[in-house]
């Protein structure tokens, strides 16, 4: 059974930074593209980045471009969301979620909340 | 970027009866589109993919058909398990984009 726990949410200062992990079981992670994917009550669903099976392709959304990088650690089968100059937009409920065979998500995480206030 | 837009907001429907979702891209996404379910306190489910391919596990009673812009979900037969929030997903182009979401609720 695949199972995807994150952790790390918290209550941070804007400005501040987090670092999100994604703990996966029970499929093969090394060759598993993965997502974050963040939700708001006002905004809804917002993928926010991604990351080949391999490590060796990253992607963004422009609202956290510069600001968030993905890794993962596939000896740990952990995926992470380094998260820096946080601002009270990125207060989310952040879920880690791994791909199909495109880009369509069939396992996600139970979510972690991130909270951006002072 | 590809908006996603779909409607009705808050369908009532009645158990037992049909329920069709509506979803509708800004520019043609082919048959790259999914579908989701969320209850409340809970991730997203993945219901449909490839805009008709149903997922592991997802009851026949749920059905998706479209391509290019135009996308339908269609729950034949409601049970009271499926009221819930439905989205809608494109994958055919970055950045990936959901719809705001269908609530469906109880007539």
């Known amino acids: 059974e695949v199972q995807l726990v994150e952790s790390g949410g918290d209550l941070v200062q804007p400005g501040g930074s987090l670092r999100l992990s994604c703990a996966a079981s029970?499929?093969?992670?090394?060759?598993?593209?993965m997502s974050w994917v963040r939700q708001t009550p006002g905004k809804g669903l917002e993928w926010v980045s991604a990351?080949?099976?391999?490590?060796?392709?990253?992607y963004y959304a422009d609202t956290v471009k510069g600001r968030f990088t993905i890794s993962r650690d596939n000896s740990k089968n952990t995926l992470y969301l380094h998260m820096n100059s946080l601002r009270a937009e990125d207060t989310a409920v952040y879920y880690c979620?791994?791909?199909?065979?495109?880009?369509?998500?069939?396992?996600w995480g139970q979510g972690t909340l991130v909270t951006v206030s002072s | 970027e590809i908006v996603m837009t779909q409607s009705p907001a808050t369908p009532s429907v009645s158990p037992g009866e049909r329920a069709t979702l509506s979803c509708r891209a800004s520019q043609s996404v082919s048959s790259n589109l999914a579908w989701y379910q969320q209850k409340p306190g809970q991730a997203p489910r993945l219901l449909i993919y490839g805009a008709s391919t149903r997922a592991t596990g997802i009851p026949a009673r749920f059905s998706g058909s479209g391509s290019g812009t135009e996308f339908t979900l269609t729950i034949s037969s409601l049970q009271s398990e499926d009221f819930a929030v439905y989205y809608c997903?494109?994958?055919?182009?970055?950045?990936?984009?959901f719809g705001q979401g269908t609530k469906v609720e109880i007539k």
């Open positions: 979620a791994k791909w199909g065979t495109a880009g369509w998500y069939n396992s």
């Open positions: 029970g499929f093969t992670f090394t060759t598993s593209a």
């Open positions: 997903q494109q994958y055919n182009n970055w950045p990936q984009t």
């Open positions: 990351i080949s099976g391999s490590g060796g392709s990253t």
